[in-house]
């Protein structure tokens, strides 16, 4: 969006009309209500920019049905120079005239008619250039149909639009709508507001509504509607215009719209040639993830060091609208109590909307028709007064962060103690701390208009944290996106019925519908569209349940980009679930459940023994889990914080996630045997996400990097461009990219995987998390003690003939009895030494690691993982040593 400027935020509201609760719509729902219909339409809104137009920013639902609008306002207008009673010149006549037409033509090319035209919806800024507001709302009640008023004003109707007549789908008099109105209607309406400017009066405001309409009817008798107009009201010789502005004067008040030109074909008319040249055509702004150049241009000061010596500059005007709208909110910002303020909101006490008098039939007497419920197209201005005193002490310089150097960017810009302390905050308040959020705006727009070039830095931001204003391009650079997505989904065939439209038909009405924009008629358009074009571009895959759920948060982030959302889904599934939307997918899901089952083991292994008992394995409840990546089980605004930092992890990730899930809930499932277990899952309680996010961290750095290894995992990737996605470097690689060595983890077939309890590691993760050399392990946790120990579990006289340096041998059968009992001894005491830490088992045999291993977590030893491959693994690189013969 365009920088705020010389404008205002103003809101005005509005209801929608109301349907009957007992009736429901032809799939057996409930009727989907006005207000979200309205929702829904306005979304598109949002991108219309030009600078003709007033830029839409928001709108919110509130009770019975009520909505308010926000957008740019300027508290100028034509109505103003009406007012005055003074004739325009005509060369600000066409100037106006112009300036409007350009505003109605790219509404046109939008598919848009603004049919709301009137002397207080022409604003004109600050330089008294023309600013169209309230052009979206015929388009967002559906021609008028969602709403109980008429859209548009008496005086300026089109003769057309008056013979149509008023039409509300309640009437059971109309069988059908009245064909909407195109753009010659407005061409109209600028006619009467173009006389008005040469009269100096406002027309027909001294009859009756009904008298008015009638007279604008027999307008089309008259052969010269401008003087016909100009006689009514008594100023037939006060206008004295050239002939050129008399005759777009007619061409606009041509009675009938076959005959009257369009918006375009006026804009191309003779009498602007004067006109036109003094402006340059609109050009529109690049979008990121575009095929234009990606690094957008820059508009700076010439001297940024002289930012903070100018304390009147007014930077929070260069800032884009919607932004200053989301900080407004931030600092304390409510619509419904503007608009109470002015008495826009009136509130009126329930006993009062009683009627006086009811039939036994139910007929009502008494009261009156309330008139809050029609259209007050009054606009209250949103001060920002509070929002300025909030940011009064963040410096200028605050505004330009430089990216100059990969140092952290949120040092640089945030130089008061204060800010640098919000950064340990919790994340929810963060993200509600307005200089906070500011700063972190800033930095990551300056990063996005810099993306691909500056992509690390954006990685290294993005895991303090992601604003979320900007969270919807923050994760489609973190997924690599880049090339013409735009041009790629229009390319794809998305009308074409297929097999699957049946089943995403009725899955989307079942999706996250408690979000308003989700559940909105356009949001199941675009559901329906994205999911499609992914089906058809996927012909080796199929359509799952559950995969609507994982295209919920993209789509909602990019709910005016459905390419972006597209490209962003099609970039996630291949990195996180990979094959799991083939045909066949049980060998893909069985391993990866099986990789879970072994994950709780390694990390909470008292609980992994309860729940094997009880027979609770993850079949019965985490297939929805890692299908949907937890888009199924949790609502979006938790989605969303688990993202950000999913997104920054690697595939195995989402393991750690699950663990963190099952340990906060960890108590109940102690306690309860398989049915309560079943109860628990079918209804998951609340979940603390910002403890999961950061418990998954942790469990994650204690997972070594091949105890996730996957053979049905993705492949490693091809250096470049492999569809939207671009390889990205991530704070924690995938075992899965690397290359593979004599050292690496070898395939395992699933029956022999689902018999370990502990995952194994390879031979090569050994090495790097001991950093063997001569002198034994080396790395270490903060409290100084080895993070991993090596138990080989080999006779002592096979441990003397060559071990890992720094290892211990515990014999098999010196610490476990035959019953896998934990015997009383030395080496028992030994083992308890090294709980908590990584322990890796090592043998000959696979099977006599595979037991230890179990044994070791059956009586709940935690992390404990085995040697893929055993010592075998490690003789030929010369790092096993051998003990000094004792002289």
Same mark, same amino acid.
């Given at each position: ?203 027909? &405001? ?338 799952? &349940? ?33 094959? #799991? ?230 014999? #098999?059968?010196?610490? #476990? ?71």
């Amino acid at each position: 969006m365009r920088p705020l400027k010389d404008a205002q935020l103003g809101a005005f509201t509005f209801f929608a009309s109301a349907l009957p609760h007992d009736v429901c719509g032809s799939n057996g729902l409930p009727l989907t209500p006005n207000s979200i219909k309205i929702l829904g339409r306005f979304q598109i809104l949002k991108t219309i920019t030009h600078p003709r137009l007033c830029q839409y920013v928001d709108i919110s639902r509130g009770k019975h049905e009520r909505l308010i609008v926000v957008a740019e306002h300027y508290e100028s207008s034509l109505s103003d120079f009406q007012k005055q009673g003074k004739t325009a010149c005509p060369e600000k006549v066409l100037q106006i005239a112009f300036e409007v037409l350009e505003g109605l033509e790219f509404m046109n090319k939008h598919g848009m008619v603004h049919r709301a035209l009137s002397g207080h919806n022409v604003l004109m800024d600050c330089k008294g250039n023309v600013k169209l507001a309230k052009f979206g709302l015929y388009h967002m009640t559906n021609h008028g149909a969602d709403v109980d008023f008429p859209i548009g004003y008496p005086s300026y109707l089109a003769p057309e639009v008056i013979a149509q007549g008023s039409f509300h789908p309640s009437d059971p008099s109309h069988d059908e709508s009245p064909l909407p109105s195109g753009p010659k209607t407005d061409v109209w309406s600028l006619g009467v507001l173009l006389f008005e400017l040469c009269a100096g009066r406002r027309l027909l &405001q001294n009859i009756d509504i009904s008298e008015r309409l009638k007279f604008i009817l027999t307008l089309g008798c008259m052969d010269d509607i401008v003087t016909v107009l100009a006689e009514e009201h008594g100023c037939l010789d006060t206008i004295k215009l050239p002939e050129n502005v008399v005759e777009l004067l007619r061409k606009c008040l041509t009675f009938l719209p076959s005959k009257r030109p369009t918006p375009a074909e006026l804009l191309g008319d003779p009498v602007f040639s004067g006109v036109s040249c003094r402006y340059t055509p609109f050009q529109k702004p690049v979008s990121l993830f575009s095929s234009s150049l990606r690094c957008a241009h820059l508009e700076l000061p010439e001297d940024i060091s002289d930012l903070c010596k100018d304390d009147d500059e007014d930077y929070l005007s260069e800032r884009a609208i919607d932004e200053v709208y989301h900080l407004w909110c931030l600092a304390g910002g409510d619509l419904e109590k503007e608009l109470t303020n002015k008495e826009i909101i009136q509130s009126k006490p329930p006993i009062c909307t009683l009627p006086n008098f009811v039939l036994e039939d139910g007929e009502s007497f008494g009261q009156g028709r309330d008139r809050s419920f029609l259209l007050d197209d009054t606009t209250v201005t949103l001060s920002l007064c509070q929002l300025r005193n909030r940011l009064k002490d963040v410096a200028g310089e605050a505004y330009y962060p430089l990216l100059e150097d990969e140092q952290s960017s949120l040092s640089q810009s945030n130089s008061s103690h204060e800010l640098s302390a919000t950064v340990t905050l919790p994340l929810i308040i963060r993200e509600r701390d307005t200089e906070y959020q500011l700063i972190r705006i800033i930095l990551f727009d300056r990063l996005l208009k810099a993306y691909p070039y500056k992509k690390n830095l954006m990685w290294k931001e993005a895991r303090v944290d992601i604003p979320p204003l900007v969270r919807g391009l923050a994760w489609a650079a973190l997924l690599g996106i880049e090339g013409d997505i735009q041009a790629k989904y229009e390319t794809i065939d998305k009308d074409t019925p297929i097999p699957t439209d049946r089943q995403i038909e009725v899955d989307i009405p079942r999706c996250h519908q408690y979000d308003e924009l989700l559940s909105s008629p356009q949001g199941h358009i675009k559901f329906r569209r994205v999911l499609k074009a992914w089906v058809v571009s996927h012909p080796d895959l199929v359509y799952w &349940q559950g995969l609507d759920s994982l295209c919920a948060p993209f789509l909602y982030l990019n709910f005016n980009n459905e390419a972006l959302a597209y490209a962003c889904m099609s970039a996630f599934i291949p990195k996180y679930l990979y094959n #799991f939307f083939l045909k066949d997918n049980s060998h893909v899901i069985q391993e990866y459940l099986t990789v879970f089952s072994q994950m709780i083991a390694f990390h909470d292994p008292e609980l992994s023994n309860h729940l094997n008992e009880i027979g609770f394995i993850p079949d019965l409840y985490a297939i929805p889990w890692f299908l949907t990546m937890f888009t199924h089980v949790f609502p979006l605004h938790k989605i969303f914080h688990l993202w950000d930092t999913l997104l920054l992890g690697n595939s195995s990730f989402p393991f750690c996630i699950g663990v963190a899930i099952l340990q906060q809930l960890r108590d109940r499932l102690l306690a309860n045997g398989f049915n309560e277990c079943i109860l628990l899952f079918s209804d998951l309680p609340e979940i603390d996400i910002e403890r999961c996010v950061r418990e998954s961290i942790n469990l994650f750095c204690w997972t070594p990097k091949s105890a996730t290894y996957r053979q049905h995992a993705q492949p490693p990737k091809v250096i470049g461009d492999n569809g939207f996605g671009k390889t990205t470097a991530c704070y924690s690689s995938d075992y899965q990219d690397m290359p593979k060595t004599d050292l690496s983890r070898e395939p395992l077939a699933l029956c022999d995987l689902k018999a370990e309890v502990s995952p194994r590691i390879s031979a090569e993760d050994l090495i790097d998390l001991c950093e063997l050399s001569l002198t034994g392990p080396t790395k270490r946790t903060k409290a100084g003690k080895p993070k991993i120990v090596a138990v080989d579990i080999r006779s002592v006289e096979d441990y003397s003939r060559g071990h890992i340096s720094g290892s211990i041998n515990i014999p #098999f059968n010196a610490v #476990f009895s035959p019953d896998g009992e934990l015997v009383q001894c030395p080496a028992t005491g030994v083992l308890q030494n090294y709980r908590g830490r990584v322990i890796v088992v090592i043998s000959h045999a696979m099977k006599s690691a595979a037991m230890f291993a179990a044994h070791l977590v059956k009586v709940n030893f935690p992390r404990v993982c085995i040697l893929d491959g055993g010592i075998n693994k490690l003789k030929p690189t010369g790092l096993l040593t051998v003990p000094s013969p004792q002289i």
